[in-house]
T-cell receptor, first 115, second 111 residues
Framework: GAVVSQHPSRVICKSGTSVKIECRSLDFQATTMFWYRQFPKQSLMLMATSNEGSKATYEQGVEKDKFLINHASLTLSTLTVTSAHPEDSSFYIC???????????FGPGTRLLVL | GIQVEQSPPDLILQEGANSTLRCNFSDSVNNLQWFHQNPWGQLINLFYIPSGTKQNGRLSATTVATERYSLLYISSSQTTDSGVYFCAVVPHGGSNYKLTFGKGTLLTVNP
């Protein structure tokens, strides 16, 4: 149990376009979802925390107008990278949790390349 | 904020060898998890272990919360164990269950 999926797994886009990444909890209801970013050979950096039905909480230094997060239901959160630029190229990973302070389950990640 | 330090940063083993990975954290924690990130980037949950000892096959973990460290033991390593091992914590009193990750240990197991 506790499977999290992400779509797409990889995307290549032109500079200036917007890209939407979906994160779904397949077999549980996720009260909270998290979005991370990982650059090559580095650790995961939390971008934002997403609670169903409320606005996302962004970490310091993360532009909320750049990275739009929508947590529409207990099984779906989306991250939209607006007006993407080459420096936004990265590995984006979501996670989900269904209990207070319990295990976070991670999606397989989305590789974004902006040309 | 809380600091999470993992050691060693890199480890190379021959298949069949045993290893110990360490995670030190600077403050008390409510949650500590160990993950394995495989070469395709997927993070695999290994242990949820804010305290105590757990075992799962060839892997085991021990967290000594009072001394602020956790250890991950890998026995009889296999080439499929290669990848990055991350320790991540939620500090005591931390908001919204946010995990803070260490920088990871890159493990390479050679045949």
């Amino acid at each position: 149990g506790a499977v999290v999926s992400q779509h797409p797994s990889r995307v290549i886009c032109k500079s200036g376009t917007s890209v939407k990444i979906e994160c779904r909890s397949l077999d549980f209801q996720a009260t909270t979802m998290f979005w991370y970013r990982q650059f090559p050979k580095q650790s995961l950096m939390l971008m934002a925390t997403s609670n169903e039905g409320s606005k996302a909480t962004y970490e310091q230094g993360v532009e909320k107008d750049k990275f739009l997060i929508n947590h529409a239901s207990l099984t779906l959160s989306t991250l939209t990278v607006t007006s993407a630029h080459p420096e936004d190229s990265s590995f984006y990973i979501c996670s989900a949790t269904h209990h207070r302070g319990e295990t976070q389950y991670f999606g397989p990640g989305t590789r974004l390349l902006v040309l | 904020g809380i600091q999470v330090e993992q050691s060693p940063p890199d480890l190379i083993l021959q298949e069949g060898a045993n290893s110990t990975l360490r995670c030190n954290f600077s403050d008390s924690v409510n949650n500590l998890q160990w993950f394995h990130q495989n070469p395709w980037g997927q993070l695999i949950n290994l242990f949820y272990i804010p305290s105590g000892t757990k075992q799962n096959g060839r892997l085991s973990a021990t967290t000594v919360a009072t001394e602020r460290y956790s250890l991950l033991y890998i026995s009889s390593s296999q080439t499929t164990d290669s990848g990055v091992y991350f320790c991540a914590v939620v500090p005591h009193g931390g908001s919204n269950y946010k995990l803070t990750f260490g920088k990871g240990t890159l493990l390479t197991v050679n045949p």
